[in-house]
Every structure is written in C-alpha cells, then in structure tokens.
C-alpha cells in the first residue's frame, strides 16, 4: 500500500459521494494499459491524446480511483464505488500529489542533473547509498515533469534514500522537478551542448541545471564539476563542493589509469585506489560525485567501494558487447552530446588489443544554429588510433568531412542509408576489431548494433 484514498482526499477534497469506506492505494499510473489491482489513475491530457478517453480501460485494469479534470465529462457508466477526485488540471495534480507523498515517507532525496552522466551518475549514487541504506531511483527515462513524479509515487513506504535524475531542455524545467522533489543533496555533472538550440549558449545551459537549487534549502549540499568555468560562481546553497582534476577543486581525482574493463583511480589522500567497472576518466569523475556524496552521508569507504563494484550500469551506456565472430563493440547508443561523443572517442583510443577501431557516429541533436560547428568540432578529437570513421545523419557528415581534412590516414566515410553502411562495417567484423557505435537516442543506433551480435 502507498496510501488511502482518505489521505488522498486530504489533498484532493473534492469527491464524488459514491463511498466513504476507506481503500488502499497500492500504485499510481498514467497508462490505462498497465494492469495493477487498487491502483489510481491519473488521465494526462497532452497535445495529441486526453487520457480521461481511457478510463474505462484503466478500470478494467485494477483502477479504484482517478483524478479527473472538472472540464472533462464523467462516463454515464462508472461502477459505484469508483471515487473520483475532481481537480483543476491532471499533470499538476500528479506533481501535487507526488510532493506530498514524498512529505509523508520523508526520504533523503539526492537530485542528479547535467548535461553528460547524469544516468551514470544515478546508477553510480544508488549502488553506493544502496549499500546501506533502502534506496528508490529513477528508472529509464522518467526524469520529466510527469516521470519525476512517477518515479516518487512508486517509492516504497520504507524507502530511505531517494534519487531523482532530472532532465530538461529548456529554462524553468528543472526547477519545477527540484520543487517538487526538494533536494536535501543535488549534483551537477557537467555543463554540455544538449539543448543549446533551446537555451542559446553554454551560460544558458548552466543556468538551467543550476535551478536544481532552487528546491533546496541553506542546508543543502551541491556537488559539482569544479573543472567547470561555468559553475564556480554559485550562491546557493551554501555548502558547494568541487570535485575535479584541477589542483583548486575541494576533491580531486588523480592517478586515472584504464585497465581491460575498468577505470582504476585515486581521490584527495586516500591511500587505496578505487575501480569502477566503466572506462574513462570523465567516469572516474562521475564516480567521484557518488564517493563524496556517500562521504558526507557518514557511508563508510568499504561500502563505497562494494557499490561501485556491485554497479549495475543503465544498458546502451558504453556497453561492451561481443559480436559476429567475435567483434569487439561498444554500444553507446542511448544518446549522445559532442561532448560525450569526444569522451567516448578518447577512451576507444586509450583501449589496447585492436589492430582496427572504427568509429561509427551519427547526427546530434537539439544543437541549433550551432550544429555543424559542434560536430565539426568532435573531427579534433579523431586521431590514430582510430582507423575508420562512418557516419549517418545530416549533420553527422561535417565530422567525416573534417577528419579527412586533418588525418587523411584515417579511412573516412559518410552513408546516406544504414544498409549500405552496415554492408561495409560488416566486412570488419572480426576479434582484432573494435567498433563504437555513437549517437542521438532519435538515430536508433541500437538496432545497428543489434544486427552484428
């Protein structure tokens, strides 16, 4: 049971007066096919779909409950003892809801942003606080403003640590999540490109994941990238830790080395060393958001140590896979930013063992006015000893074409349709190859990748 439907009505008083006898709630759902006894349903209205049309599905689905809108009709043929809580608007309502629910359980509730990491850095903070605390998090991609509130009203009761990743792609939307939420700890990863068609420049996208302090309190603690020109002027909360590589950071990551399938590292004067199972000194520095964090929650060094080895990393996120004829490759499909495009590339290079690295990249997304610059850019970072470079997409040609300008020894191609391309990688596929696949979610790169395992 999450809760009753007369603690519901402490937030919702408006009612039908079909029942007064009190009922659990076990679950919260928008999608009328997901089938859960005593569950409440709660109809989203978006551009092109009004849940209130599929009520009768939900029902038959488990529903005991719904908020509904006061401007929408109720069906003539509603069982009798279904409750309806009236409200003005649904999606408010859910987010309402979701607020005082997580006032009733009162977790620790940690809010993870960024541009690059924040997924990583999620599955990174709850395998660690999840050593010794009972922990809920965000699943897939429910970091919006319907999937924040979702991923809090399916919190058990018992839940003692809370982790929000939250997303956005344009201004005021992480603060709506970080009031809703209330932060008592909030970590920035890093400050990207994704979005800038939106927000305009760099400053901006700063400036819109900063709003996750704006549910927190003095008492707060926000971790940030301290290598980040952007982040060094923050006025709150106000305690503000900086972990990075630069001597001025208040935690600072040294001694990175990559070994076969992790990342080896030190922070500050620990005298040990600590692995995670990814590679790449940017997850060395995710990792260390998570060790600090855990730190200041009085988690002892042990125990961070067994979470990040118990990592259990989101799929399609630098997923090392093995393919036809033994083909080593790295799905890192789930989405991209130049940014993390060139992180990737980098740690590809830094991998040891392959005669052939090939690099297969497609289109970045949401990169306005400023999209062929941005991929143009990630051409730099392409050096030996990448052998190979294709792309797919539109804008994804400018990276091929730069490459070929700066290190012509690199074989280079750009594809106008994924069979002829695949027709070509499929030549490669063999135990002395490496292959990345790299980038925007929207490309579905992951069924390339799904063709030679």
Request: with cysteine.
């Amino acid at each position: 049971m999450l809760f009753t439907t007369h603690w519901l009505q402490t937030i919702f008083p408006e009612m039908n007066d079909f029942t007064k006898e009190e009922r659990n709630i076990n679950k919260v759902n928008t999608d009328s096919r997901q089938q859960e006894q005593q569950s409440l349903f709660v109809p989203i209205v978006g551009e092109q779909f009004d849940g209130h049309a599929y009520l009768k599905q939900a029902i038959e689905g488990g529903a005991i409950a719904t908020l509904w809108q006061h401007n929408r009709a109720l069906p003539d043929d509603l069982p009798t003892d279904f409750l309806v809580f009236f409200v003005e608007d649904t999606t408010t309502a859910l987010q309402q809801l979701a607020h005082a629910y997580q006032k009733k359980i009162n977790p620790t509730v940690i809010g993870i942003t960024g541009s690059n990491g924040k997924t990583t850095t999620k599955d990174l903070v709850t395998s660690v606080v999840g050593t010794v605390y009972k922990t809920h998090a965000t699943v897939g991609n429910f970091n919006n403003h319907i999937g924040l509130p979702l991923t809090i009203l399916d919190m058990p009761t018992e839940t003692e640590m809370l982790v929000l990743e939250m997303g956005m792609s344009d201004f005021k939307e992480i603060e709506l999540l970080s009031d809703i939420a209330r932060p008592d700890y909030a970590i920035i990863t890093n400050i990207g490109e994704s979005h800038i068609e939106y927000l305009g420049t760099r400053a901006g996208i700063a400036e819109a994941k900063l709003e996750i302090t704006y549910g927190m309190d003095s008492s707060g603690t926000l971790i940030v990238d301290g290598d980040e020109s952007l982040l060094q002027s923050i006025q709150k909360p106000d305690k503000v830790i900086k972990c990075g590589l630069g001597e001025e950071n208040d935690v600072i990551i040294h001694d990175i080395s990559l070994k076969e399938q992790y990342t080896q590292f030190k922070v500050d004067h620990d005298k040990s060393d600590y692995c995670i199972p990814l590679l790449g000194k940017h997850h060395a520095k995710n990792a260390t958001f998570a060790i600090t964090l855990a730190k200041a929650l009085g988690i002892s060094v042990e125990n961070i140590k067994q979470g990040l080895t118990d990592l259990n990393i989101t799929s399609m996120r630098f997923e090392i896979l093995q393919g036809q004829n033994d083909v080593a490759i790295i799905n890192d499909a789930y989405n991209a930013s130049p940014t993390s495009m060139k992180a990737s590339i980098d740690v590809v290079k830094q991998m040891t063992g392959y005669q052939k690295k090939i690099l297969i990249l497609g289109d970045v997304f949401e990169l306005g006015e400023q999209s062929e610059q941005l991929h143009a850019s990630v051409a730099d970072v392409i050096t030996h000893p990448i052998t190979n470079v294709y792309t797919y997409g539109q804008d994804a040609k400018c990276i091929t074409d730069h490459v070929r300008m700066q290190q012509p020894a690199i074989v280079c191609q750009h594809f106008k349709n994924e069979a002829s391309m695949m027709q070509t990688i499929k030549t490669f596929l063999d135990p002395d190859t490496l292959i990345l696949f790299k980038a925007s979610r929207g490309m579905q790169f992951e069924t390339l990748v799904k063709s030679i395992l």
